[in-house]
Structures are given as structure tokens and as C-alpha cells.
Nanobody
């Protein structure tokens, strides 16, 4: 079983930046697919970005060019660097991983992910 713990959320003004971290209980270099999802108040959880073991990334159109997902393959940390934040980025952000050996599908599909963190709140005003 993989445990994921997010951190780095907070309150920021529009136009600002935040970097989220996700610490995994398992070496991220062995995880074939990890991602970030978010859930705004009153809305369903949606995909933000995914990254596979080769460093190939996929982004939701709403964040492409502003957010960057990366893995620290020397350790066990997944990052989401968020720039030029907008009020519509306000949400609970979740780290997720597919079980080892399963690759990214090319989509941002919540149901494909097996492990989830508890989330970290990002508020943009």
C-alpha cells in the first residue's frame, strides 16, 4: 500500500505562485504514473496534470502553461509548481498514483488512480 501526503497549500493573491509537494511512502522512481487532481467547492474532482516514469506530462487545458508537474527521482516526492494563479484555481488539491507497473493512459481520469492523499487547500483571491 502507498501512502501519499500533500503539503504546500495556502492562500495567495491572484497572479501569485505556490508549489505543492506530495511525499510518497514508496520511491517515486518506481511509480509509473502519478498525478494531481483538484476539487473546487460544489464541483467534482478533476484532473490537473499527470507524469509518467519517462517524464512525459499531460496537463488540463485550464492550467497548461501555468502549472508544472515533476518528480524528484532521487527521493520520493511529486511536485506541482503553480504560477499566475487565478481565483478559479481555488480548490482542494490531491496527489494520486497508479499502482506500480501500471502506466499513464494519456488521460486525466480519476478512476484510473489507485492511491490518494488527503489533499491540501489552495485559495486564490
Amino acid at each position: 500500500h502507498v501512502q501519499l501526503v500533500e503539503s504546500g497549500g495556502g492562500s495567495v493573491q491572484a497572479g501569485g505562485s505556490l508549489t505543492l509537494s506530495c511525499e510518497s511512502s514508496k520511491y517515486t522512481g518506481s511509480m509509473n504514473c502519478m498525478g494531481w487532481f483538484r476539487q473546487a467547492p460544489g464541483k467534482t474532482r478533476v484532473g490537473v496534470a499527470t507524469i509518467d516514469e519517462d517524464g512525459v506530462t499531460i496537463y488540463a487545458p485550464s492550467v497548461k502553461g501555468r502549472f508544472a508537474i515533476s518528480m524528484d527521482n532521487r527521493g520520493n516526492i511529486l511536485y506541482l509548481e503553480m504560477n499566475t494563479l487565478k481565483p478559479e484555481d481555488t480548490a482542494m488539491y490531491y496527489c494520486a498514483a497508479r499502482r506500480s507497473g501500471v502506466h499513464c493512459s494519456g488521460g486525466l481520469i480519476e478512476a484510473e488512480f489507485d492511491y490518494w492523499g488527503q489533499g491540501t487547500q489552495v485559495t486564490v483571491s
